[in-house]
């Protein structure tokens, strides 16, 4: 796979690291756990839902990692399969444009990957420490920052991606049609 841009590079080489941690985290903790694990976590980080320790159980998150990174990677291959709202007008820009619009899917994509990685490596980490009774005070609203900064994020660079389209191609996003000024 080819990279657009450096960071993307470095941004596939930390979600790797992330999943192999996540795997780490379950393959380590394994032997130390109790026959009866966390599944689910209340707001303030406690567990409220158990089940049995197993491979699904307890790598549920990597195994997760695992096909979103490659579902991720085949979207950063092929972008056009993203389902954002230049999609619809790829087909209708010059080329130039076109991989403008791209790049920018694909920093979408990358950026994407990242949170949810952190998010699930974070998930198997709570499991692990549920699991032994060394919760956090703060372990839930942790999860609910870290995916209320995904949010935001994802809102954001969507506006962010609507304004650079406007402007640099001067059409419209709801009809296609070019942008008389």
């Known amino acids: 796979m080819k990279f657009e841009k450096a960071w993307h590079l470095y941004a596939f080489v930390a979600v790797i690291c992330l999943v192999v941690i996540s795997f780490l985290i379950g393959i380590v903790s394994w032997s130390g756990l109790p026959d009866i694990i966390p599944t ?30 490659a579902l991720f990677a085949f979207i950063y291959i092929k972008p056009q399969y993203m389902n954002m709202p230049t999609t619809l007008f790829l087909t209708t820009l010059p080329e130039k444009q076109k991989l403008r619009a791209l790049g920018l899917m694909r920093n979408v994509a990358v950026v994407t990957l990242i949170w949810v990685n952190i998010l699930f490596t974070y998930v198997s980490y709570m499991i692990v420490s549920g699991a032994r009774e060394e919760t956090l005070p703060y372990q839930g609203w942790v999860l609910i920052g870290l995916v209320a ?29 070019k942008v008389k000024k």
């Open 40 to 69: 689910h976590f209340n707001f303030e980080g406690q567990p409220d839902s158990w089940g049995n320790k197993s491979f699904l159980t307890l790598f549920f998150a990597p195994v997760l990692q695992v096909f979103m990174t």
């Open 149 to 177: 900064a995904m949010l935001i994020w994802l809102v954001w660079y969507n506006i962010h991606i609507y304004r650079i389209i406007k402007k640099e191609f001067d059409i419209n996003l709801f009809n296609g049609e």
